[in-house]
């Protein structure tokens, strides 16, 4: 089992940009597959990046390709989310999850996929 605790929401104008933190512990993070998600009001949780175990392989929504930056320092257990271009539509509840799966090379986009799942963090961008 994997705990996790994310950081770094708040408030910011549309176009600028912010950096969410998901700190890790437990004996697994380092060998799971890892993802942000978020959920808007009356909308389901979307999967918007994932990344592999070993950070080798990498999972966008055309929502956020060219924007979001998915990362990961195991040294750390830690995993990150660059956020630059921020659009009022980005506004949401950010979740960041691990993986059920192991050692697999697969940055999985499904919410099934994923057993264990942070607090979240708000992030809210104003136009």
């Known amino acids: 089992q994997v705990q996790l605790v994310e950081s770094g929401g708040g408030l910011v104008q549309a176009g600028g940009s912010l950096r969410l933190s998901c700190a890790a512990s437990g004996r697994t993070f380092s060998s799971s597959a890892m993802a942000w998600f978020r959920e808007a009001p009356g909308k389901g949780r979307e999967c918007l990046a994932a990344?592999?175990?070993?950070?080798?392989?990498?999972y966008y929504a055309d929502s956020v390709k060219g924007r979001f930056t998915i990362s990961r320092d195991n040294a750390k257990n830690t995993v990150y989310l660059q956020m630059n271009s921020l659009k009022s539509e980005d506004t949401a509840v950010y979740y960041c999850?691990?993986?059920?799966?192991?050692?697999?090379?697969?940055?999985?986009?499904?919410?099934?996929?994923?057993?264990?799942w942070g607090q979240g963090t708000q992030v809210t961008v104003s136009s």
């Open positions: 990344i592999s175990w070993n950070g080798g392989r990498t």
């Open positions: 999850a691990a993986s059920r799966h192991t050692y697999s090379t697969m940055p999985y986009a499904r919410h099934s996929e994923y057993a264990d």
